[in-house]
């Protein structure tokens, strides 16, 4: 089973990993801080596809959904 996000524009998640990606980089943007974004967007994206991972994601801010929510 994969997760909605990584079904939904596969090349979203793909070209914003290219962009940050330490060697593949934009001159503009220092290359630590790209392999330190580039660190998060990996991380991001094992616990989106793996089930359990992601459900204890979603278990653990379940409470910040519903506090905006309700505040809409």
Same mark, same amino acid.
Do not use: N
């Given at each position: 089973?994969?997760?909605?996000?990584?079904?939904?524009?596969?090349?979203r998640p793909r070209a914003l990993a290219?962009?940050?990606?330490? *060697?593949?980089?934009? !001159?503009? #943007?220092?290359?630590?801080?790209? /392999? &330190?974004?580039?660190?998060?967007?990996?991380?991001?994206?094992?616990?989106l596809a793996d089930p359990?991972?992601?459900?204890?994601? *979603?278990?653990?801010? !379940?409470? #910040?959904?519903?506090?905006?929510? /309700? &505040?809409?």
């Amino acid at each position: 089973m994969r997760c909605w996000a990584c079904s939904r524009g596969r090349g979203r998640p793909r070209a914003l990993a290219l962009a940050l990606h330490p *060697d593949k980089a934009a !001159a503009p #943007l220092p290359a630590e801080a790209a /392999a &330190s974004l580039f660190a998060a967007i990996k991380e991001a994206h094992g616990t989106l596809a793996d089930p359990v991972a992601r459900r204890r994601y *979603d278990l653990q801010y !379940a409470w #910040l959904v519903d506090v905006l929510r /309700a &505040s809409v």
